[in-house]
Nanobody, 119 residues
Framework: QPQLVESGGGLVQPGGSLRLSCAAS????????IGWFRQAPGKKREELSC????????NYVDAVKGRFTVSRDNAKNTVYLQMNSLKPEDTGIYYC????????????WGQGTQVTVSS
């Protein structure tokens, strides 16, 4: 059964860094586009980035461009979200999702991991 599991969330001070992981089981992530999403308290879930399947590009929303970086480790069947220069407004639950292409929606979702940016 296909499954995504996020990890790496936690409490970090403003200006700090975290790396989130999105590990897949039951399917090969290399063939899928992976989106990263955030749901801040009291707000709708928003898409932050999407990396297409291997060989494709990566997109970021302006709010995280230059601070967040997505990468793949196909040997570990895992995608990472490196988050630097974190701000309090980055606080929220972070989800990863897998689909055939960044433009076509997502088939599988993780359960989310909490990120809190606070002093």
């Amino acid at each position: 059964q296909p499954q995504l599991v996020e990890s790496g969330g936690g409490l970090v001070q403003p200006g700090g860094s975290l790396r989130l992981s999105c590990a897949a089981s039951g399917f090969t992530l290399d063939y899928y586009a992976i989106g990263w999403f955030r749901q801040a308290p009291g707000k709708k879930r928003e898409e932050l980035s999407c990396i297409n399947s291997s060989g494709g590009g990566t997109n970021y929303v302006d709010a995280v461009k230059g601070r967040f970086t997505v990468s793949r480790d196909n040997a570990k069947n895992t995608v990472y979200l490196q988050m630097n220069s974190l701000k309090p407004e980055d606080t929220g639950i972070y989800y990863c999702a897998a689909g055939r292409h960044c433009l076509f929606g997502y088939d599988y979702w993780g359960q989310g991991t909490q990120v809190t940016v606070s002093s």
